[in-house]
């Protein structure tokens, strides 16, 4: 899993590396949460990643085609 030791230090120490482990291991994502995923990531950054294609274009038209 993504940023399993981050979470992991943010737990309470009172729980063992091997009781932590177990309960990682039990978790599943359920059908639809990897496309939701992937969904809501393209909504993320598509927009911010249009804008910059956008502004570079316009850097390379302002300073070599005009």
Same mark, same amino acid.
């Given at each position: 899993?993504?940023?399993?030791?981050?979470?992991?230090?943010?737990?309470?120490?009172?729980?063992?590396?091997?009781?932590?482990?177990?309960?990682?291991?039990? $978790?599943?994502?359920e059908?639809?949460?990897?496309?939701?995923? $992937?969904?809501?990531?393209l909504?993320?950054?598509?927009?911010?990643? $249009?804008?910059?294609?956008?502004?570079?274009?316009?850097?390379?038209?302002?300073?070599?085609?005009?």
């Amino acid at each position: 899993m993504l940023f399993t030791n981050k979470l992991k230090e943010l737990l309470p120490k009172s729980k063992s590396k091997k009781e932590l482990d177990e309960h990682y291991e039990n $978790i599943r994502i359920e059908k639809g949460d990897l496309p939701a995923m $992937i969904i809501a990531a393209l909504i993320t950054f598509l927009p911010i990643l $249009i804008v910059a294609m956008l502004v570079f274009y316009g850097l390379l038209w302002i300073l070599f085609i005009r």
